[in-house]
């Protein structure tokens, strides 16, 4: 049988039968590896601290905005000078983005939909999962959730490859204001900072991660003064926040501002990751750090550039960097790196996560998975995205060599998700919460209309550059979807090779095969019948151990699992069992640990008398149904790279046993 270790399709599982065993390990330590979810309510200096890491990892990308966000608004090609009016609505514009997307949307209301504490476009998805197999659901509308969650994550992908490109690059464009000489340095220190970004990430962001949050308190200070520093020249710029502005603006523009609107958006980049990183700190931090810090010192550092360009149109070229006196510029421009690398950092940590992820939830194949610390299981090292990521992001800096032009592409891919976790949203709000038709309606509709006119603008500039993250997170999806499909379909071939478990216990009733001494684990993805590995290990060796244990690794739509819950246990006959081991969608399945909580329940077995027995099949692409030839082939390729099992499940390297097959696909 496939040692594929997540089956067709994830089953929630359940323990009605046999025993339940406890316990979870990681093959990188010999201690438990737990995840610490964050209290539903900390206070006090626990809320302290978890509101000071919350900057390090949720609030860089979005508080890196002011370094380019308003000075796109106002680049050449939008056509928009900076008279007053001007300045008054888009400045309206981005303050009520700022409210209406990040602190209503995201910081009220999305923040709720958490499976078990986690977030993140595939954990709503899951959670879909979750209410289609207990109340039902349509098969049409089930796969458009399905297709609209895998594009939202693909897109998170091209989010991961932007984000520290635009970041890093955005904070090196202050070289040009400060010495325009140095204006031919910029591309290439960005390519440095990002090379040794994706080059330290094996060592994890356990290291580092402790100055994360401090950096970023004093970026937002920092924003904080340079805004109240300017504004004290024009104090009436705290007229923007009146929403008549935005709408005069638009009553005197129109086609341009909602042309516009896909510069303002830059404003809002990084609203995805408050949930995609809620696992980690719980909702009251996130939130206690958006109102108390994040949201006042962004309005006080856009407003600040407001003031500035109304004093000096010139300013508005660049105004974050020029809101700095000239004694202060060089210490802006290191602070500003550090707060862009930091940005950078978490969206790479939730490229891993969202790999894990898919993994789990059988949309990818196996990947190397490096747990970077030993008591915390959300910090992960993917060495293949690791290095994809790198080299997508250095070939965007190449190819588009500026912020203003990298911003068509960042802005497609920020609104393409925020538009699907709209939608997903009003599924789990009618289903889940049972809110009811209105309700939801007019709450989802509100936000999807906001989100479906940034991403409108932003679809304008597909030919500029916005063509990027469409691709990538098109050819992202079709990879996943091309391997679920793929597992389907060779599990009901393997399964129409496989012979009933009670068939073959009769079979061993009547003499069978000569027993030797020791244990063999057959690992297999289904729950049901004789695994197709055992049958061939039979055929060719005709001998069988005195213990054999059937080993499914199944995932659940759910974070993690349970101690208690981890492991059932089924005793068959003459020595056989029937193992099923559970894992939730962000942790990763460890053989060796399972072959010792079985021992607890009674399974005694000795590492060096335990043969772990792996099918491998070699996939050959024919014109049969089910799916393209083209197709098949990519699934193929994928199969032929997928990590080792051998490796992903934690298993012994000296004890394992592959028996191949070719299967006409």
């Known amino acids: 049988m496939s040692d594929e270790s997540v089956p067709a399709r994830p089953a ?79 400045l309206s514009l981005i303050v009520w983005a700022l409210i209406l997307i990040v602190a209503i949307k995201y910081i009220v209301f999305i923040l709720r939909a958490d499976n078990n504490g986690e977030g993140g476009i595939l954990a709503l998805l899951a959670l879909i999962f979750q209410e289609e197999r207990e109340d039902g659901m349509s098969k049409p509308k089930l796969a458009l959730y399905i297709t609209l969650g895998l594009f939202g994550a693909a897109l998170l992908y091209g989010d991961g490859i932007i984000t520290p490109a635009i970041s890093v690059l955005g904070a090196m464009e202050g070289l040009q204001v400060g010495a325009p000489a140095f204006e031919r340095f910029v591309v290439p220190a960005t390519l440095v900072i990002l090379f040794v970004l994706f080059l330290f990430q094996k060592h994890g962001t356990a290291k580092v991660g402790v100055v994360f949050g401090p950096v970023m308190m004093a970026w937002f200070v920092t924003l904080a003064v340079l805004g109240v520093a300017e504004i004290r020249h024009a104090p009436r710029i705290f007229a923007a926040v009146n929403p008549i502005y935005a709408v005069r603006f638009f009553a005197s523009n129109g086609m341009h501002a909602f042309i516009l609107l896909g510069a303002v958006v830059l404003a809002v980049t990084g609203a995805e990751a408050l949930y995609a990183d809620m696992g980690h700190f719980g909702r009251k931090p996130i939130r206690t750090a958006w109102f108390w810090l994040v949201l006042p010192a962004l309005l006080l550092n856009y407003f600040g550039q407001g003031a500035l360009i109304l004093r000096d149109p010139t300013a508005s070229a660049n105004p974050f960097y020029n809101l700095a006196p000239d004694w202060f510029f060089v210490p802006l421009l290191v602070l500003a790196t550090l707060a862009a690398v930091v940005a950078s950092q978490a969206l790479i940590s939730g490229a891993f996560s969202i790999t894990q992820q898919c993994v789990q939830l059988g949309y990818s194949p196996r990947v190397t998975i490096i747990h970077t610390s030993k008591t915390e299981a959300g910090q992960i090292y993917i060495p293949e995205v690791n290095w994809l990521l790198m080299v997508g992001c250095l070939a965007v800096v190449v190819y588009f060599g500026s912020v203003s032009k990298l911003g068509a592409a960042y802005g497609i891919a920020v609104t393409g998700t925020m538009a699907i976790t709209t939608i997903l949203f009003h599924e789990i709000a009618r289903s889940r919460w049972n809110w009811s038709p209105l309700k939801a309606g007019a709450l989802s509709g509100a936000f999807l209309l906001i989100d479906l006119a940034f991403l409108g603008a932003n679809l304008i500039k597909i030919e500029h550059g916005g063509w990027v993250p469409l691709a990538l997170g098109l050819i992202i999806y079709t990879l996943m979807t091309t391997w ?52 061939h290990h039979l055929k060719h060796n005709k001998v069988l151990h005195e213990k054999v244990i059937l080993l499914s690794v199944v995932s659940r739509q759910i974070p993690e699992v349970s101690s208690a819950e981890r492991i059932t246990m089924e005793p068959l006959a003459h020595g056989l069992y029937r193992v099923k081991a559970a894992y939730g969608f962000m942790e990763t399945p460890n053989v060796e640990d399972i072959r010792a909580r079985l021992g607890e329940a009674g399974i005694k077995t000795k590492r060096m008398d335990t043969t772990y027995y792996l099918g491998r099949e070699q996939i050959i692409a024919t014109d049969s149904r089910g799916m393209s030839r083209w197709r098949k082939q990519i699934f193929a390729i994928m199969a032929r790279n997928s990590r080792s099992a051998t490796q992903y499940f934690g298993i012994p390297p000296n004890r394992v046993v592959e028996l191949g097959t070719q299967i006409e696909f």
């Open 12 to 90: 929630v599982g359940d323990t009605k039968s046999g025993q339940a065993v406890s316990g979870v390990m990681t093959a990188e330590s010999p201690v438990p590896l737990q995840r610490h979810h964050a209290e539903s309510n900390p206070t006090g200096k626990r809320l302290a601290f978890l509101t000071l890491t919350a900057l390090g990892v949720v609030y860089g990308d979005i508080g890196t905005s002011p370094l380019y966000a308003l000075k796109e608004c106002f680049k050449a090609e939008y056509g928009l000078l900076p008279t007053a009016n001007n300045v008054y609505g888009v």
């Open 484 to 535: 679920k499909r793929g597992r389907v379909l060779l599990r009901n071939i393997l399964v129409t090779r496989s012979l009933p478990i009670a068939d073959f216990v009769q079979s061993l009733e009547h003499g069978g095969p000569v027993r030797v001494k020791g244990t063999a684990i057959f690992m297999t993805s289904e729950w049901e019948g004789t695994p197709v590995v055992l049958l």
